[in-house]
Each structure stands twice: as structure tokens, then as C-alpha cells.
């Protein structure tokens, strides 16, 4: 789960239950489902209303008019309402997307037929609703006008080039990252991860580069998204100080050792 503001540990190890769910769920229904590939910003409710969906590959966006919600990512399940039944809500592909499409008809056949089945899709309801509600207690103090923006990359692909003129921090949601300077192997980067916090603060050029080892979904702060982030994500903006702080200290470090 993607969130726009820093999420308690309880309510992460929600998610990942959740997460645990829908998978027993997807492999109970599996042959049952149509896989479905979708072009970027396609509207998901629109595409396959009154049945259940499964994301297999993709970001969507959850939005209420104009107010992002929460974003859903690879593995979630979406019960989808019928046809004029969405009352405002949207849920938009970030990129394209691919997903598994189950027809209302059929789910709840499977369901009366299978008592584990639906032990774990009640249990996976519970969850949703609880993490809803919680989500709903982190925002509803008041609006968060943050919209993050989240930049897909395969593998192979250069995220941070070295000697480039600095624009942007990122922060790893999901893959990993090798980090080369001069063509040397530094570090790799991974999910939950910040970087490019250095030249980012400095205004120097980019000192290494960052490369997709794995596809990567990464989140992307510029200059105006950082004040407002500074706001509703105090937790990651200590983490980039906290990075950067030691990554000045072990430069020091290896400035004073003797030659």
C-alpha cells in the first residue's frame, strides 16, 4: 500500500497481512480469472465494473473528486461496483497495468463452494475496512494536497546519472538499486530506501549512478513537493537527514585516514 503521509508500523503489518490474504485468495480462484492489459490512465472501475480484481502488475491511483485516497500497488484486491455505483470514487492506472479480472457471478459461486475461500475473503474485508478507517484517522485532521508522483523503471534502466545537475530526491517503494561512482560498485539501494538526498541539498552535481537492478517503482519529491512533505512525512525527511548525515561522517572518515 502506498500511502501519502508516514503510516504507523501496526498499520504496515496490516497491509502485509492483507497482502497474505489476497494471495491465498488469487491462488484459491486460480483458471477463474481473465487477465486484462491496460494502457496508462485507464479508469479502472470503468474497465471492469461488478467483478473482482486482482492487480498483478501496476500503480492505480484512488481518488474521491480530487482528493487522493491511497494508492494500490501489485497484489491488492478490488471488489469493483456495478455500473453508476461508484458514488464520486476513481481508480486511476498510474502507468500501464496489467490485472485479472473475476465476474461477480462467478466470485460469489466460487465463495459458496469453497468455506476456506471465504474465511479468507471475509478476513481480507475486515482488514480493508480497517486499514480505510485508519487512513481516514491520519487524514482527517486536515486535506493533504501532496500528490506524489511515482516514476516506473525496468531493469537496466539510470535513475540518477553521475554528473548530472541535481532536480530531485527519490525514495524506493518497491525493487532495488546498484550505486556506481567512476564505474565502481558502491552500494545497492532498496525498498523504503532515500537517495539522491546529497546533491539534492547542495545543489551539486550528482556524484554517482543509480541503476534499476530489478523493475522499480519509485517515488519522486522536487523542490515544492519537499516542503510540503516536510509536513505530512516528517519521518521521511528525518530519514534523508539521518542518511545524509552519515554519509558525510564516513566521507570524513576516509578524508582523515592517514595515506
Known amino acids: 500500500m502506498l500511502t501519502l503521509m508516514d503510516t504507523p508500523p501496526f498499520l504496515e503489518d496490516m497491509e502485509k497481512k492483507a497482502k497474505q490474504l489476497a494471495f491465498a485468495i488469487t491462488n484459491a480462484l486460480n483458471g477463474k480469472g481473465e487477465a486484462q492489459l491496460l494502457l496508462r490512465e485507464s479508469e479502472l ?17 484512488c481518488q474521491h473528486e480530487d482528493k487522493t485516497i491511497r494508492l494500490y500497488s501489485s497484489g491488492d484486491l478490488l471488489l469493483a461496483p456495478g455500473a453508476g455505483e461508484a458514488g464520486g470514487l476513481s481508480i486511476t492506472s498510474e502507468f500501464g497495468a496489467e490485472i485479472s479480472v473475476v465476474g461477480k457471478d462467478a466470485f460469489l459461486e466460487a465463495l459458496i463452494a469453497d468455506r ?38 525496468e531493469e537496466g534502466f539510470v535513475i540518477i546519472r553521475e554528473d548530472d545537475n541535481p532536480q530531485e530526491v527519490y525514495e524506493m517503494i518497491t525493487g532495488s538499486a546498484s550505486v556506481t561512482a567512476k564505474g565502481y560498485p558502491l552500494s545497492v539501494i532498496k525498498s523504503g530506501e532515500v537517495f539522491g538526498e546529497l546533491s539534492f541539498f547542495t545543489g551539486l552535481k550528482r556524484t554517482a549512478t543509480v541503476q534499476a537492478l530489478e523493475p522499480c517503482l519509485v517515488q519522486v519529491i522536487d523542490q515544492q513537493q519537499f516542503i510540503r512533505i516536510m509536513k505530512y512525512r516528517p519521518a521521511l525527511v528525518d530519514g534523508m537527514i539521518r542518511t545524509l548525515c552519515h554519509r558525510l561522517v564516513d566521507l570524513n572518515v576516509k578524508l582523515s585516514a592517514p595515506r
Request: aromatic share 10%; charged share 20%.
Open 45 to 61: 472501475l470503468a474497465v471492469s465494473p461488478s467483478s473482482l480484481i486482482h492487480i498483478i502488475k501496476g500503480v492505480f491511483r
Open 116 to 153: 476456506d475461500l471465504l474465511s479468507d475473503w471475509l478476513a481480507y474485508q475486515n482488514l480493508e475496512t480497517r486499514i480505510g478507517h485508519l487512513l481516514c484517522s491520519l487524514y482527517i485532521a486536515e486535506e493533504v494536497k501532496h500528490q506524489p508522483e511515482i516514476r516506473q523503471y
